[in-house]
C-alpha cells in the first residue's frame, strides 16, 4: 500500500513542478512592467531654453515662468532643518585671493539680498532649483532661469563665475545665490564675503567622496525635509562643458536621482535622463538636433517616433550603434526604452 502511494506521489510530481514553474512566470510577467502601461513623462525643450540662441525662435515665453504670488517679508526661503548634518555658517574665511575694486561690489546700489527683502513667492505645486557649476555660465541662460526658481545654490566655485558675470555688467548685485555649498578649495575669499554681506547662506562640506554637485543635491533634499516642498525640475548651469572628468561626475549625479526632472544645460547642449521607468514625450520644434547614448548599460529594445532616424526595437550600445545628431521631424518625439538613455540637445547648433 506504501509502495502504491509512493508511485503515485512520483507520478504526480512532474505535474506539481510543471505548475510551481507555470506560478512563478506568472508572478514575473506580474511583477514587469508592461512598457505599453508605462507612465509616460513629457519633457519641454522650449521651457529648458533650448532655442533661447536661436534668433529666429522667441523662448522667452511668460507662460514658461512661474508667476510669483504674492510678496512676503518672513521665510523667505525654506530653512533646513536643525538635524541637517550639514554645517551652516556666516562667510568662511579661505586663503585670500584679491579681487578688483570693480569686484568687491563696494559701488553697487542694488538692494542687498536679505531676510527682510521682499522675495518672489512660488506656488506649492511650481517650485524649481537652480544650481550653477563651476563652469562659464552665459548671462542669457542666468537671466533666463533665475527668476522660474524659487532657490538658487551655487556649488563651490560656481559662485566665483556668477559674481564675475555680475560685475562684468556692473551689477554685481543683479543674481545672489540663496546658498553656497561644496568643500570651498575654489571659492574666492572675496566671494565669498560679498555674497554672505548680501544673505547668502555658505555651506561647507569637507567630505571628499562626493562632489560639490552632489553635495548641493544633498541640500536640496535637506530643504524638502524641512519645507515640505518637492522641487518638480532642478536646472544645473554650466553642468557640460569644461573637463571631461567632471561632465561625467555631472551625469553620473542624473542617475543617482533617476525619478527627478534634472536637466543640465550649457550654451551649446541640455541633456538629461531618460528613465526606463517611463516612457518619453519630447516636446520641441521640427529640426532639433538631438541625440540618444546609452551611457550605463545596453539598451537592447529602444522605439522612437518623430527622428528623421527612427528607432524600432533596435539596441543602442557603445561600440555598436548609438544615435548621434538626429533630427526631430515633428514637434513632439516619442521614446521607449528598455534600459536609461541620456537625452541630449544641441542648442546651439
Not at 551611457?295 to 528623421?308: F, M, W
Request: glycine share 6%; net charge neutral.
Amino acid at each position: 500500500m506504501e509502495k502504491q502511494e509512493e508511485e503515485t506521489q512520483q507520478q504526480k510530481q512532474p505535474q506539481i513542478q510543471h505548475q510551481q514553474q507555470q506560478q512563478q512566470q506568472q508572478q514575473q510577467q506580474q511583477q514587469q512592467p508592461d512598457k505599453h502601461n508605462k507612465e509616460t513623462i513629457t519633457w519641454d525643450v522650449a521651457e529648458y531654453g533650448g532655442y533661447l540662441f536661436d534668433k529666429k525662435f522667441k523662448a522667452h515665453n511668460p507662460q514658461n515662468h512661474q508667476m510669483p504670488l504674492q510678496y512676503h517679508h518672513s521665510q523667505s526661503t525654506p530653512h533646513i532643518p536643525s538635524s541637517s548634518p550639514s554645517t551652516l555658517s556666516t562667510p568662511i574665511k579661505k586663503p585670500h585671493t584679491s579681487l578688483s575694486d570693480d569686484e568687491s561690489g563696494g559701488s553697487s546700489t542694488s538692494t542687498p539680498h536679505s531676510g527682510n527683502t521682499p522675495r518672489k513667492q512660488f506656488s506649492f505645486d511650481d517650485h524649481c532649483a537652480l544650481i550653477l557649476a563651476n563652469q562659464k555660465l552665459p548671462k542669457k541662460l542666468v537671466d533666463y532661469f533665475w527668476d522660474k526658481c524659487s532657490v538658487k545654490i551655487c556649488a563651490d566655485g560656481g559662485a566665483n563665475r556668477l559674481y564675475s558675470l555680475g560685475t562684468k555688467i556692473n551689477q554685481s548685485s543683479r543674481w545672489i545665490p540663496d546658498y553656497i555649498k561644496g568643500d570651498l578649495d575654489s571659492l574666492h575669499e572675496g566671494v565669498s564675503d560679498f555674497f554672505s554681506k548680501k544673505g547668502s547662506t555658505i555651506v561647507l562640506d569637507s567630505n571628499q567622496d562626493t562632489s560639490d554637485l552632489q553635495k548641493c543635491f544633498e541640500l536640496i533634499i535637506d530643504l524638502e525635509k524641512g519645507s515640505g516642498i518637492k522641487y518638480r525640475k532642478i536646472f544645473i548651469l554650466g553642468g557640460l562643458g569644461g573637463s571631461f572628468s567632471h561632465e561625467f561626475a555631472n551625469v553620473n549625479t542624473l542617475f543617482d536621482h533617476p525619478d527627478r526632472k534634472i536637466i543640465l544645460a550649457s550654451k551649446d547642449n541640455l541633456a538629461w535622463l531618460l528613465s526606463s521607468t517611463y516612457n518619453h514625450n519630447i516636446i520641441c520644434r521640427s529640426e532639433t538636433k538631438c541625440s540618444l547614448i546609452p551611457l550605463s548599460s545596453k539598451a537592447s529594445e529602444v522605439t522612437t517616433s518623430g527622428l528623421k532616424w527612427n528607432l524600432v526595437k533596435q539596441s543602442l550600445n557603445f561600440g555598436e550603434l548609438i544615435s548621434t545628431s538626429n533630427v526631430s521631424l515633428e514637434n513632439k518625439v516619442c521614446i521607449e526604452a528598455s534600459n536609461p538613455l541620456i537625452f541630449i540637445v544641441d542648442i546651439n547648433p
